[in-house]
């Protein structure tokens, strides 16, 4: 947001606005439309999310065991913190690959990319504001399937690259627009509730302008994944 009485509009009204985003949900096409984590959230190892092949998971296990197991706490306490650092992990991918895309893609793809960094390094920093108040200490670099699919985008060039680019990114939204959602249903922590609904209306906004720069490159993106079942999304 440009300006604080901006922020807490959509702040405020963020439960409200979850529904319409959920809703909106479809294909892609049906909307419009770096720097890695500040140094508050050094000193510790990657996080537990990383993008698969088929893009990032976030909320995935393995997560650093430092800031877990607090006395007291709840399980829904400890799945957040696990969650945040899931999606610091994926939110670091995001900009390393914008980044990438800024300078190596076509045209649309350029325009679209710097989109994509400007917004998601503005997500990483509130997103490691939110951290900071949680205790929760976030990865510094991006996850092994991440830091592959960099590589491999390294040795591309021309529309080569724009089509491994897009296709990657696609899914890596499509997933973490549904953990995300996932998180915002469940989260225990009210100010990592109101950032994660934003970051959901931002996803959804992305998934529009990727399919635009695909359309615009003569590209065909992957069918949006169908959702998980409840109970296979509950674990």
């Known amino acids: 947001m440009n300006t604080k009485r901006m922020c807490i509009a959509v702040l405020g ?6 529904p319409a985003v959920l809703a909106a949900q479809t294909d892609p096409s049906a909307s419009s439309g770096g720097s890695p984590f500040p140094s508050a959230s050094a000193n510790s190892s990657s996080g537990p999310a990383s993008m698969s092949p088929n893009g990032p998971q ?16 709840s399980g829904q ?9 899931a999606a610091a992990e994926s939110g670091i991918a995001d900009v390393k690959l914008a980044t990438l895309a800024t ?17 998601h390094t503005a997500m990483n920093k509130d997103m490691a504001a939110v951290a900071d108040s ?19 985008l390294n040795g591309l060039s021309g529309k080569d690259f724009d089509t491994e680019y897009l296709t ?33 209306m931002m996803m959804h906004q992305h998934l529009g302008l990727i399919a635009k720069a695909a359309a615009a490159e003569g590209i065909t ?15």
Not at 13 to 18: D, I, Q, R, V, Y
Not at 105 to 115: H, I, R, T
């Open 13 to 18: 009204t963020a439960a409200l606005l979850l």
């Open 58 to 73: 976030v909320g995935s296990p393995g997560a650093e065991r430092e800031s877990l197991g607090a006395p007291g706490q």
């Open 77 to 85: 306490q400890l799945l957040d913190k696990q969650f945040v650092r």
């Open 103 to 119: 300078q190596k893609g076509g045209p649309d793809v350029k325009e679209m990319a710097q989109k994509m960094l400007d917004d």
């Open 134 to 152: 949680m205790g929760v200490m976030l990865p510094r670099k991006m996850g092994k399937d991440d830091q592959a699919e960099s590589d491999k």
């Open 168 to 200: 990657y990114i696609v899914k890596a939204h499509w997933q973490n627009l549904h953990s995300f959602y996932m998180e915002a249903s469940v989260a225990a922590d009210p100010e990592l509730q109101s950032e994660v609904v934003k970051s959901l």
């Open 221 to 235: 993106l992957p069918p949006r994944p169908p959702r998980p079942a409840a109970t296979t999304a509950a674990k």
